[in-house]
C-alpha cells in the first residue's frame, strides 16, 4: 500500500484495497479554486476497526469530514440567497465549481470503498449522505449558473434597449434638423443688416420665401429618411464554385 502512493502528496481522491485492509484518500472541503487540497486518510482494518490519520476512532473523523461538506453547502447556499448582483453570484460560483468537484470525487471514492468492502454498514450510510450532499451541490451550482445568466441577458436586454431609445431619439432630433434647416438658413441670410432690396417688397413675397423654404425643408426630410437602394444583382460580386 506504501509503494502505491506518491512521494510529493497522496494525489487524488480514491481506495487502496489489498488483503483486507482498506485506505480511503479523501480531500477536505477546498476553501477557494485555486488552494491547495488537504487529505483526509482513512484505513480500515481486517477486524474492521477504523484509524484517521492512524488514531483511533476514525468514524468520528469521517462523520466530522461529510459535516464539513454540508455546512459549506449550507454556507453557500446562503450566499447565492443573498446574492443580488452578477458580481455577488461570480463570488460564489468561482469556489462552488471545485468544493463540487471535490464532493463528487468524494462520493465516488466512498462507493468504490462499499463495493470493496460490503458488510461495513457505517460505509453505506456514509456513501448515501455523500450522494445527498453531491446532488444539493449539483443542484446549487446549476442554480447559481442558471441566476447569473439570467442577470447577464437581462443586462444585455436592456442596455439594447437603452441603445434604441438613444437611436430613436437621434433619428428624431435629425428629423428635425432636417426640416428645419433650410428655414433657418433663409432666414438667417434675409435677417443679415444688408440692403437687399427686399425691404419695401409686398407682403405676401415674405410669405413666399417663407413657403418655399418649409418645402425645401419638407424635400430634405424626406431625403433623410430615404431607405438605401440595393445594390442591382449585376453590382454583386459572383461567388465562385469550388470544385
Known amino acids: 500500500m506504501q509503494q502505491r502512493l506518491g512521494g510529493a502528496s497522496y494525489g487524488a481522491q480514491r481506495i487502496i484495497h489489498e488483503q483486507g485492509h482498506l485506505m480511503m484518500i479523501l480531500h477536505e472541503p477546498p476553501t477557494a479554486a485555486g488552494a491547495e487540497r488537504k487529505p483526509a486518510v482513512f484505513l480500515r482494518k481486517p477486524d474492521g476497526m477504523w484509524l ?13 469530514l461529510l459535516e464539513s461538506y454540508r455546512a ?47 458488510n461495513d454498514l457505517m460505509l453505506i450510510d456514509l456513501r448515501d449522505l455523500s450522494v445527498e450532499i453531491m446532488r444539493g451541490m449539483e443542484l446549487l451550482l446549476a442554480d447559481t449558473r442558471m441566476s447569473l445568466d439570467y442577470r447577464l441577458a437581462h443586462a444585455a436586454e436592456a442596455q439594447a434597449r437603452s441603445t434604441r431609445e438613444v437611436s430613436r431619439a437621434q433619428h428624431k432630433l435629425n428629423t428635425i434638423a432636417a426640416l428645419t434647416f433650410p428655414l433657418m438658413a433663409v432666414g438667417a441670410a434675409f435677417g443679415m ?51
Open 52 to 64: 484517521h490519520k492512524g488514531n483511533i476512532p476514525g468514524e468520528r473523523a469521517f462523520a466530522k
Open 72 to 118: 459549506a453547502l449550507s454556507t453557500f447556499e446562503i450566499r447565492h440567497q443573498a446574492a443580488e448582483t452578477a458580481e455577488e453570484l461570480f463570488q460564489v460560483l468561482g469556489p462552488l465549481i471545485p468544493l463540487t468537484r471535490a464532493a463528487m470525487n468524494m462520493q465516488a471514492t466512498l462507493q468504490a470503498a462499499r463495493e470493496a468492502v460490503k
Open 193 to 243: 443688416n444688408l440692403h437687399s432690396g427686399m425691404e419695401n417688397k409686398p407682403l405676401w413675397v415674405y410669405w413666399a420665401i417663407f413657403t418655399g423654404g418649409l418645402v425645401l425643408g419638407v424635400l430634405v426630410r424626406g431625403w433623410v429618411k430615404m431607405p438605401e437602394t440595393p445594390l442591382p444583382a449585376s453590382a454583386k460580386p459572383a461567388l465562385t464554385k469550388k470544385k
